[in-house]
């Protein structure tokens, strides 16, 4: 099977357009010096209660004829496993600032039935709630992110939830945990007061959201050495204001300050462009869109130089991805769309971006992990089909917690009328292992390219690893064709090292 993969990809590679004369891209590095770490938490997962992002993506419950683990399906617990993910966000998004944690506690059967109103309208059962969140990220061996609801909910409300979590000796909320199951407290790495203030979590002004942060964040305890990084929910998109006005007026209790950036195509609400059978325009105003992040982040981080100049406020992109128009025949609520070799450049575009940020983004979360917008995994009932994006998370895993490498890159324009991006983006890092890594990303469609590598301190001549790449710009898997497009083995010499059209390449360099 493998060897027919890997037969059909040479195939594949030598059926690609012939390199253009002028397309090479240049990179220069010296292996000895060294940047900020790559956190492994860039490489975070979203999981909101919408559509069937927990309930069946995750969650199908003990009695479920779909293997699973206590409840959880094994198919998406093992392929999660698989990409090594670091940390999950949940109840939400917007299902934040209207969930009540308290329902989603006790007995199962005798939690409220409630309405989901931001998302489809359908019942919310609260079946999965704090308890089977924890289990859910500690079967996955990942951090959990728990995003509080500050639009709908208390301060006290909020407090409490802190204290049922990380309660130890003396405390009545501890002790209810434990009636319910849990002995000892779990453990939450990050915790968001609030989300999208500016919208969904209470339409509020930077101004106010900061007054109500300080308010709310002072009642947040936890027992020595288990306070989770506290998250001030932010702005999104071109805005700088949230980070501008929240780095100016909170002093304490802050780790960070989340942001929200979402590629649509078309950059139109009522017409985002489809997820498949889309024009090489739309392809091109993706990796446009996508790659403005580049600026937003920069646009950002110079407020917090300013406001922050010792680097402890980090800037958390706690939600990203492509979104696109509903499905055809889908609830328009659930968010659901197909994953094709766009999203998978998306992804690696996104992650050279956040690697070149990494001194203060050190945590981001896509949205989301199973069934909902960009997703790692779709299912259909006992069906399961891993997305290109989830193979380009598989390949840049050797980036997680990495020691990034000062580069400079010279590439080849990607170019529609007087708008362009660069063809190619890069990553080099030094990875745990002591291994030397190199991450290309070729978002041109039609041109492959030449890569010339001019490395100090380090003699290497091979570039070992992997390559996701296909002839269709949409090229996707299906639950009939679930392996139509996979990652394939990569190998060259360094002097003739080539990248070819709309391909994600991972190489360790020897
Ligand atoms: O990810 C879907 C939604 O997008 C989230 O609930 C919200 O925070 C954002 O607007």
């Known amino acids: ?84 993910v670091p940390l999950v966000r949940w109840p939400g998004g917007c299902f934040a600032d209207e969930y009540h944690w308290r329902e989603g506690i006790g007995p199962r059967d005798e939690r409220p039935v409630k309405v989901n109103t931001h998302w489809g309208g359908v019942e919310e059962p609260n079946t999965f709630g704090t308890h089977e969140f924890f289990e859910f990220v500690e079967l996955l061996g990942a951090d959990a992110y728990v995003n509080g609801n500050l639009g709908s909910g208390s301060v006290q409300e909020m407090a409490e939830w802190m204290e049922y979590m990380t309660g130890e000796k003396g405390s009545t909320l501890a002790e209810e945990r434990r009636k319910n199951g849990r002995e000892e407290p779990f453990e939450i790495a990050y915790f968001g007061v609030g989300n999208e203030a500016w919208g969904c979590g209470g339409n509020m002004r930077p101004e106010y959201y900061a007054d109500l942060y300080r308010q709310y964040s002072t009642f947040l305890k936890a027992p020595s050495g288990k306070m989770p990084k506290l998250v001030a929910s932010g702005g999104h998109s071109e805005d700088t204001s949230w980070t501008d006005v929240l780095s100016k007026n909170i002093e304490q209790k802050i780790d960070g300050i989340s942001y929200h950036y979402y590629t649509l195509p078309n950059s139109d609400w009522d017409n985002k462009g489809r997820a498949i059978q889309f024009s090489e325009d739309e392809w091109f105003n993706t990796m446009a869109r996508t790659y403005k992040i580049d600026d937003y982040i920069s646009a950002n981080l110079a407020k917090l130089e300013e406001n922050d100049p010792d680097g402890d406020i980090k800037f958390y992109v706690d939600e990203w991805g492509t979104w696109y128009d509903p499905e055809p025949e889908r609830d328009p609520g659930f968010l659901y769309q197909q994953n094709t070799l766009r999203d998978a450049v998306v992804a690696a575009v996104n992650f050279n971006i956040f690697h070149d940020h990494a001194e203060r983004v050190t945590m981001t979360n896509i949205a989301q992990m199973v069934n909902v917008l960009q ?97 269709a710009m949409d090229a996707r898997n299906t639950f009939d064709n679930p392996e139509a497009l996979e990652p394939v083995a990569f190998a060259s010499d360094l002097d003739e090292l080539e990248i070819p059209a709309k391909s994600v390449v991972v190489v360790e360099l020897q």
């Not at 220069?28 to 490489?43: S, W």
């Open 375 to 471: 997703a790692m995994i779709l299912t259909d009932k006992e069906k399961m089909v891993l997305t290109p994006t989830y193979h380009t998370y598989g390949m840049y895993k050797v980036f997680q917690n990495a020691t990034s490498i000062p580069f400079e890159i010279d590439s080849p324009k990607y170019q529609k009328g007087d708008k362009s991006v660069p063809a190619v983006t890069a990553s080099v890092a030094r990875g745990e292992n002591g291994k030397l890594y190199l991450a290309l990303v070729n978002m041109d469609p039609e041109n492959g390219a030449e890569v010339s590598l001019d490395i100090d301190g380090v003699k290497a001549e091979r570039a070992v690893g992997q390559i996701l790449t296909a002839e």
């Open 1 to 84: 099977m493998k060897l027919k993969r890997l037969l059909a990809v040479s195939v594949l590679l030598a059926s690609q357009p012939l390199l253009a004369k002028d397309h090479k891209v240049e990179i220069e590095f010296d292996a000895d010096k060294t940047g900020p770490l790559i956190h492994k938490d860039i490489y975070g997962q979203f999981a909101e209660h919408l559509g069937r992002g927990i309930y069946e993506g995750v969650w199908v419950g003990e009695d479920s004829d779909i293997p699973n683990t206590r409840g959880f399906r094994n198919d998406v617990l093992n392929a999660l496993r698989d990409i090594k």
